[in-house]
């Protein structure tokens, strides 16, 4: 099997490691179901790669593991990566594996528009403990995982908790957003369990209202922090969407309002934008509700353009809006 490994020279320690597969993501230019588009453009895809992107934009020295396919698809994938400046040294690229790929419909109501994925078989896919490097993954600071990985295959599932419990064993920090795909997962039961395992073993747990909700049989945002909270985690922050985020820490509870936007264009990927303003001012030191409002921003700023990560300001721009 040939194989690959990119790589960029790391200059400092990394602030943030997380794993996950990227995709090639091909956006409709127009309107009306996918079948009927007969041109796209392309973007990248990803719920891990869009936090690691959002990072980086923000000064951050993230790094990302993962594999690709050596095809055109997995070259557009790393050069871009590469281009936000985050660390692909743990990258393997495979020539017998191939790169997944998404199409996105488009929408002009500000609901959710049309995903289609195509990642069955996927380089990876067949990711395990094997990609962990536990020296570069501890020599990080913090650990961000989701949902997506894990429900990817049995091996990545592997990973996930293995790449948690050294981070944990370290002394690191973890953040999880759950970020359910239920097409990922055997039976919505297994999910369950899975999802509720892995935000377990994590300080900072992100669901949504709905994700909670499903999650652990709890309706009400209170509630639904306090079953993560008993559970382990030491923050949890249940997003709401345009009414923003309840969030219960060591310091609190509170609720943060969300940020009015003129027009909704795409909402995929906000929750990660959200996750990349809470990490981020964590990170800095910076209070909880800081935090929850800087994710409630970023949040925002994602869903009014086309794209999953376009959205994400760089440092100027979150400086210029106060944050």
């Keep these: 099997m040939h194989t690959e490994t990119a790589s960029i020279e790391v200059k400092e320690p990394l602030d943030v490691v997380t794993f996950g597969e990227a995709m090639l993501l091909l956006v409709a230019d127009q309107l009306g ?7 796209f453009h392309k973007r990248t895809a990803g719920a891990e790669t869009n936090v690691a992107i959002g990072l980086s934009r923000l000064g951050l020295r993230v790094g990302w593991a993962s594999r690709l396919g050596t095809d055109s698809m997995g070259r557009y994938l790393l050069a871009a990566m590469k281009a936000e400046g985050i660390d692909c040294s743990h990258v393997v690229c495979i020539a017998a594996q191939k790169t997944g790929f998404q199409f996105k419909g488009r929408v002009d109501n500000g609901g959710d528009p049309t995903v289609e994925s195509h990642r069955s078989g996927s380089a990876s896919s067949h990711m395990g403990e094997a990609d962990i490097d536990q020296d ?8 961000h995982a989701t949902g997506v990985f894990a429900g990817v295959s049995n091996s990545t599932l592997v990973a996930a908790i293995k790449s948690m419990d050294l981070m944990r064993l370290a002394g690191r920090s973890i953040s999880f957003d ?13 999910m369950r369990a899975s999802i509720n395992d892995l935000a377990s073993r994590a300080d900072w747990v992100l669901p949504g209202l709905d994700e909670g909700r499903f999650l652990t049989g709890l309706n009400s945002p209170q509630d639904i922090a306090t079953f993560y909270r008993q559970a382990g985690a030491a923050l949890v922050v249940v997003k709401l969407g345009s009414d923003g985020a309840y969030f219960d820490g060591p310091s609190g509870q509170g609720f943060v309002p969300g940020f009015a936007v003129d027009s909704v264009v795409d909402t995929v990927g906000a929750g990660d934008g959200f996750a990349v303003g809470v990490i981020s001012a964590l990170l800095e030191g910076l209070s909880v509700p800081q935090a929850v409002k800087r994710g ?4 925002a700023c994602a869903v009014q353009v086309l794209g999953d990560s376009e959205g ?9 809006a106060g944050f």
Aim: glycine content about 2%.
């Design 178 to 190: 759950p970020n359910l795909r239920p097409t990922l997962w055997r039976t919505p039961e297994h």
């Design 296 to 299: 409630a921003y970023i949040g």
């Design 136 to 143: 570069w993954l501890v020599s990080a600071r913090h650990l």
């Design 312 to 320: 994400l300001p760089h440092r100027e721009q979150l400086t210029r």
């Design 33 to 39: 179901p996918l079948e009927a588009v007969m041109t």
